[in-house]
């Protein structure tokens, strides 16, 4: 016969990881509105680094002079 005491520990953990897990489901971050959305720098952003994802040749710091100018003239208007 086997005993429960694992079975609850086992149920125990699983309680533990859910309740950690679902305070990690809250939409409130400091890159996005009250309302879940993207702010509108860090869409720029996303934007600008998608655009130098076109060119691989470019190294680091060629690719994000270019992202920082992108961003400020996105954010500018």
Do not use: F
């Given at each position: 016969?086997?005993?429960?005491?694992?079975?609850?520990?086992?149920?125990?953990?699983?309680?533990?990881?859910?309740?950690?897990?679902a305070?990690?489901?809250?939409?409130?971050?400091?890159?996005?509105?009250?309302?879940?959305?993207?702010?509108?720098?860090?869409?720029?952003?996303?934007?600008?680094?998608?655009s130098?994802?076109?060119?691989?040749?470019?190294?680091?710091?060629?690719?994000?002079?270019?992202?920082?100018?992108?961003?400020?003239?996105?954010?500018?208007?």
């Amino acid at each position: 016969m086997t005993s429960s005491v694992p079975h609850t520990r086992n149920l125990l953990v699983l309680a533990l990881a859910a309740a950690a897990l679902a305070g990690c489901a809250t939409p409130q971050s400091p890159y996005t509105g009250a309302a879940g959305t993207e702010s509108p720098q860090t869409r720029a952003a996303r934007e600008c680094w998608m655009s130098v994802e076109k060119h691989p040749e470019w190294n680091l710091d060629k690719r994000y002079a270019v992202v920082e100018k992108c961003i400020a003239e996105k954010t500018k208007r």
